[in-house]
Antibody
Framework: QVQLQESGPGLVKPSETLSLTCTVS????????WSWIRQPPGKGLEFIGH??????MYNPALTSRVTVTLDMSKNQFSLTLTSVTADDTAVYYC???????????WGPGTLVTVSS | DIQMTQSPSTLSASVGDRVTITCRAS??????LAWYQQKPGKAPQILIS???NLESGVPSRFSGSQSGTEFTLTISSLQPDDFATYYC????????FGQGTKVEI
């Protein structure tokens, strides 16, 4: 049974760095694509980026501030978003993309608020 | 970048209605499109993959179709559990979501 769980600080100060981790169980992160998606309060979904065993791809609007990495030893993947502002306040989801299918498995999401 | 234009943004309907939601891609994405349902406070759940493949466990009243770069999600007979927000997502290149359609009573 594939499960994903986000973890990290719920509050980040403006101009600082947001860091989240997604812990995966039931499958190795060495396969599939592993994604981060966010949703500002009351708004729609925004793709942030994804990583796989071989590279990463990012939303062009965020690419200068985003890094997504794999840690196969811990079966986790992580999100780093630098120089945050209030506009980065959102529920952040991690998810697994199955090739040819889409985002089949999602974590429950974690709210990150950017505020001083 | 490939833009996804989803319409309508809000849809008012009744139980038993046939409902149609449209997503248009700004350029060809072949059939690399998925549809998701999201309920308040929950993560989205996939309904349809590759434009028209019904995912396991999804009721057969949901269906997807494609005509060129226009994609359609149809709910044949709306049920109380279907009142939710629906998103399309292209995963051809630089993945992106549509703006969402809230289906309300």
């Amino acid at each position: 049974q594939v499960q994903l769980q986000e973890s990290g600080p719920g509050l980040v100060k403006p101009s600082e760095t947001l860091s989240l981790t997604c812990t995966v169980s039931g499958v190795s992160v060495s396969t599939y694509y592993w994604s981060w998606i966010r949703q500002p309060p009351g708004k729609g979904l925004e793709f942030i980026g994804h990583t796989f065993n071989g590279g990463s791809m990012y939303n062009p609007a965020l690419t200068s501030r985003v890094t997504v990495t794999l840690d196969m030893s811990k079966n986790q993947f992580s999100l780093t978003l630098t120089s945050v502002t209030a506009d980065d306040t959102a529920v952040y989801y991690c998810a697994r993309h199955t090739y040819g299918v889409g985002l089949l498995y999602w974590g429950p999401g974690t709210l990150v608020t950017v505020s001083s | 970048d490939i833009q996804m234009t989803q319409s309508p943004s809000t849809l008012s309907a009744s139980v038993g209605d046939r409902v149609t939601i449209t997503c248009r891609a700004s350029q060809s994405i072949d059939s690399w499109l998925a549809w998701y349902q999201q309920k308040p406070g929950k993560a989205p759940q996939i309904l349809i993959s590759k434009a028209s493949n019904l995912e396991s466990g999804v009721p057969s009243r949901f269906s997807g179709s494609q005509s060129g770069t226009e994609f359609t999600l149809t709910i044949s007979s709306l049920q109380p559990d279907d009142f939710a927000t629906y998103y399309c997502q292209q995963y051809s290149n630089q993945w992106a979501f549509g703006q969402g359609t809230k289906v309300e009573i």
